[in-house]
């Protein structure tokens, strides 16, 4: 509420000390937002918030790190086990990437895993949770997502990243991954890491049956239709 001088002066003898306790307590807020020390406080929250952000997110891709995977993993594992709604991973891991850092440079090798990202980040859900595994290595968690689903979204991000090229001094060059996915129903008796180490093995799978594939296993697939197209399908290996 806001008093003018002519609204205290017409306040009654009765009201006056009501009125007068008021105009202390306006006079008090406005010397706290006047206050350097809010000033401060506010900007060290503001810092605080940064340090939070930078625990968990990578620096160079923007997506979350390792830290922060494994426990937004095991979060989205154990909401399965409440709710019954699937986890899908995916572990994507860079075809011949060295060949980039020993022909381009490291840093157009991370200019190129920038671009990765952006491409990746515009291929899948808000609520689904990208990370950086470690160096060429990356990770998606999708909430509530079939085996189904999740291969779908691993090949839109293989035909994303193979169709587009990237120019490194002045030469255009094509990058490829390799993937491997799977489906967290709840009732297997397992943890994050052991998740990880899942779709992990898929990915190496994939590397040793041609690269630019995705592999993951067949007895998880309850509808063996994915929507894909012939020559999609013709890129996914079933181990």
């Known amino acids: 509420m806001y008093f003018t001088g002519e609204r205290l002066r017409g306040c009654s003898l009765g009201h ?4 007068e306790a008021m105009m202390k307590k306006l006079q008090c807020l406005q010397d706290y937002l006047n206050c350097p020390i809010k000033a401060e406080f506010n900007l060290l929250k503001q810092e605080c918030q ?3 952000n930078l625990a968990k997110i990578d620096e160079l891709t923007e997506f979350f790190n390792f830290r922060y995977l494994k426990s937004a993993l095991e979060g989205e594992m ?13 572990m994507a891991d ?7 850092n020993d022909t381009h440079g490291h840093q157009n090798g991370n200019r190129a895993l920038k671009w990765v990202a952006r491409i990746w980040k515009s291929s899948i859900r808000k609520i689904d949770i990208p990370c950086r595994y470690g160096g060429e ?3 998606f968690i999708l909430p509530n997502s079939s085996i189904d689903d999740v291969i779908k979204t691993a090949e839109r991000l293989r035909t994303g990243l193979s169709s587009i090229p990237i120019q490194l001094d002045n030469e255009s060059v ?12 709840g ?3 397992f943890t994050a890491d052991a998740f990880i180490h899942q779709v992990d093995r898929l990915v190496l799978k994939a590397k040793d049956t041609g690269r630019n594939r995705i592999c993951y296993n067949s007895d998880s697939v309850a509808h063996p239709s994915t929507g894909v197209t012939l020559e999609e399908r013709a890129s996914l290996f079933v181990e």
């Open 78 to 90: 154990e909401r399965t086990r409440r709710s019954g709604l699937s986890t899908g991973l995916i």
């Open 137 to 139: 290595e990356f990770v």
């Open 94 to 100: 860079l075809d011949h990437f060295k060949r980039i």
């Open 16 to 19: 006056y000390g009501i009125c």
């Open 187 to 189: 009732n297997e008796n």
């Open 174 to 185: 094509c990058l490829t991954a390799s993937f491997g996915v799977a489906e967290y129903r």
């Open 50 to 52: 940064t340090l939070r």
